[in-house]
């Protein structure tokens, strides 16, 4: 109780709200928003996306199932976790998780269960990602993804996950938060 | 070499390129691109912004400084680590790190080093968040946000941020990526 009265005197007033772009792949809102000190934000920006989620699947061999992909907003190509968007026929985010990996890798069955919920960044964007840990996946099936997407499988043993980390290499914040509470979790370092 | 060229390949080629919007809090950019197998996106958007700093702080007596706020997108007030925006007249991030420890919490001095660069989201943002580790720091003056950051500054020790970490309390996953990183490091669970 103590609680949610603090949460509620914390929370902003929107005082007026509108859409600045609304497409498919980006949808910006602008709040005009009074803080409980009464001081007002004219312009803020809120994106609103639908929830997200990513997997740390392990085969039956103990292998961690990555793809590598570019990434356009920086520039890059990395190795990172299957990851994506629910979509509006999912009925859940873990039926998500199952599909994307499905679709990115060929990898499926297994045992999963969610074992994170993050945001990739509170302040801006509106939704959540649902991390998931599968095991004993195998490959059901080829990869087939979308035509915009062009993924490579690889498949790392723990101690390579854990030079990928330490070096650098998973820069998705997103992934490296789950891959290093899995390291912690399970002393591999 | 055949890293480059792999990459070369990899990347996308833009063919257009304009920005549907330019604000001081956001900035979009909509490409219209190419991948390496000839399939056309019509519009791929990218958000632009300057680097982004986060930072542990450790003091002398071993405590983590944590920042308590509330975040407008997602509509919820957590725990954090102290983090912000190099800014146009910061000369490092690391400078920008020091000026937003001392801002958001009055802490400063110590020994500081880089401990992780993260993206939030590589396929949509075009920038990258530099994670300190600092340690000795000290309170040296009151905290002094700017008007609109509401924040709360709070000392935890290693076991409490644990429990922080495992509660689910650490959403923002720049955050919760570093912060497992240390645990794993410190084998402190």
Not at 135 to 143: C, F, G
Request: hydrophobic share 40%; glycine share 6%; charged share 25%.
């Amino acid at each position: 109780m103590a609680e949610e009265k603090r949460a509620e005197r914390e929370d902003w007033t929107v005082l007026e709200s509108e859409y600045v772009i609304r497409r498919p792949w980006l949808t910006a809102r602008r709040d005009r928003v009074q803080t409980p000190h009464g001081v007002v934000i004219p312009e803020y920006y809120v994106l609103e996306y639908p929830e997200w989620v990513s997997v740390i699947a392990l085969t039956r061999e103990g292998r961690f199932v990555f793809v590598r992909q570019y990434r356009h907003g920086l520039g890059v190509t990395r190795y990172e976790l299957c990851a994506g968007v629910c979509e509006r026929e999912d009925v859940s985010p873990l039926v998500s998780a199952q599909r994307e990996l499905s679709e990115e890798t060929g990898y499926g069955g297994g045992e999963w269960r969610e074992y994170m919920v993050l945001s990739a960044n509170p302040g801006a964007t509106n939704n959540l990602t649902h991390c998931y840990l599968a095991t004993d996946v195998e490959r059901l099936s080829a990869p087939h993804p979308e035509a915009t997407e062009e993924i490579s499988v690889h498949l790392f043993t723990p101690q390579e996950v854990v030079a990928l980390l330490r070096s650098g290499e998973i820069i998705q914040a997103l992934h490296a938060a789950v891959l290093w509470r899995y390291v912690a979790e399970h002393h591999l370092l």
